[in-house]
């Protein structure tokens, strides 16, 4: 699916002549007539792409010169660099483009009219447009609550926070995450709050609230970031891979040199990306910059360890605020809020998801479940996709009746609730199992396989594909439940971990030292 059409502006113009002919735009007449001319970033950029000025360009690329004019693997990975910034996903890539007959030139057109490159454009207009209005410095606030010349308590002012995380991608794990966020912060910081989310990753809307839905570029944009007390990153996997701009160098130095506080909340990391050589000294200095580091579980921990002092563990955001404060209203709608009626009880239940391009892993065990799900009575199975952008239409013909997409948490927990047994591939479909209360199994995602053996079911996850048509097979034991106290375990880390979140603002923010409204399960 392509990106909405992106409005154009002056340093879209620049950042489009800068990629892709390497230079700057002749001069403020040249960037006056683009405009004037395109009413797109996408308009723009096919007619750079097709100019007699980018061919050579795209020529340029290349190491050497092509001998039989199909594209070599070294040419790829050449191309891959220079236009991505990345490596291809896998060897195969280039064996797909020379078996199609791709000649270089023709495969440096097609990245540079691809949904990716489009992105890397917005990325670089949103560098110069924070490169000339950086947030103003701020000096520490005095603590809030001070008293008035008469000797009564000022009225506290809210804490403006703003949310920042992948929660516009499409996925429903990432999406629950602003409104988890904003709950918990609601109710465990210090008086009054006020939150905003916004997500750089903007393909679907998502449901904030209480938090209120900010456009894109907010977090990029001096004038605006100044309307906040403090900045919350999370949760969401936003260090595995990282995402815009928390890997830039230019944004790290914007927000230290301000002074603006920041955080992350239960956030997931990779040692991959956090040791990657050309971003672990930016991706050390974010995190040593920041207020508060927590990370959801031991594989974060062993990306931030090393690189930061002060990290503490705290469950992904979801799970803790269902574990905390239940589970949220329904979404409002003008009839009154919007109650789906339960799923029907099913059997099994799959949670699938579309294999990342070169992931065998991941399609071997798609295609185990779809197995499974083709050679069981019908009805007995259910299929549930929480990405339907990619995978509603793409999945729908591995499983008999298709596949049901869910955009709502609460509606992927009742799902689970309605099955015997849950089949995950996706993390949060997981974390849903477990808080429906029905014995799940995780495969593929490891992330999914430490929370169950951290929740004490080390054998319900599924590391690969074969071992799932014998834990479903007729007679086979089912899988075990989590029991009450590895929750309460579990409770109890998420309700110290927001206590610590919510004084570290309260001393970034100058705010009253005070108790959380939300009373300790302790």
Known sequence: MALPRTPLDRSDVIAAYRLLLGREPESEAVIEAQLARHDSLEAL??????????????????????IDGVVTEAEVAAIYRALLGREPESP???????????????????????????????????????????????????????????????????LRLLLFGAYGNGNLGDAAQAGALARLLGAYCTGPVQCAA???????????????????????????LAGFDAVVIGGGGVLGPPHFPLHRPEWIRAMLRAGIPYGFAGIGASRGVTRARELREPIEALLRGAAFV???????????????????????????????????????TPAGPAEEPPP??????????????????????????????RAAPEGS???VVVEPRREERALAGLFPGGVVAVRDFGMLVAHCAAARRVVSMRYHGAIAGVLAGVPTLGGTAAKARTLLAALGCP??????????????APGAP?????????????????????????RSLDEATGRAAGGPRHASIA
């Not at 990716?116 to 950086?134: K, Y």
């Open 344 to 373: 029907a009880p099913v059997d099994t239940l799959m949670i699938v998801k579309a294999p990342a391009p070169g992931n065998s892993a991941e399609e071997a065990f798609l295609s185990a479940a779809s197995d499974f799900a």
């Open 381 to 383: 199975v259910r299929t």
């Open 294 to 332: 927590s990370v959801r579980d031991s594989w974060s921990v062993s990306a931030v360890q090393e690189l930061c002092e002060g990290w503490f563990e705290m469950p992904d955001p979801v799970l803790s605020a269902w574990l905390l404060l239940g589970r949220p209203a329904p979404a409002p």
């Open 478 to 502: 089912p899988p075990a439940l989590v029991a009450p106290e590895a929750l309460d375990k579990l409770r109890a880390r998420a309700d110290a971990g927001m206590r610590r979140i919510a």
């Open 92 to 158: 195969e890539v280039a064996a797909r483009l020379r078996a199609a007959g791709r000649t270089p030139v023709e495969l440096v057109q097609e990245i540079a009219a691809s949904e990716e490159f489009g992105t890397r454009m917005r990325e670089e207009a949103a560098i110069a447009i924070l490169r000339r209005h950086p947030p103003a410095r701020r000096l520490r606030p005095p603590p809030r609550g001070d008293m008035q010349a008469e000797g009564v308590a000022a009225p506290p002012k809210p």
């Open 198 to 224: 916004t997500s750089w990753l903007d393909h679907e809307a998502y449901d904030a609230r209480p938090a209120r839905r900010r456009a894109p570029g907010v977090l990029l944009d001096g004038e605006k």
């Open 45 to 66: 950029r096919a007619t750079l792409l097709a100019s007699a000025e980018f061919r050579p360009i795209a020529r340029a690329c290349l190491p050497d010169a092509p």
């Open 459 to 472: 054998d319900n996850g599924l590391p690969e594909a074969a071992a799932l048509g014998p834990r479903l």
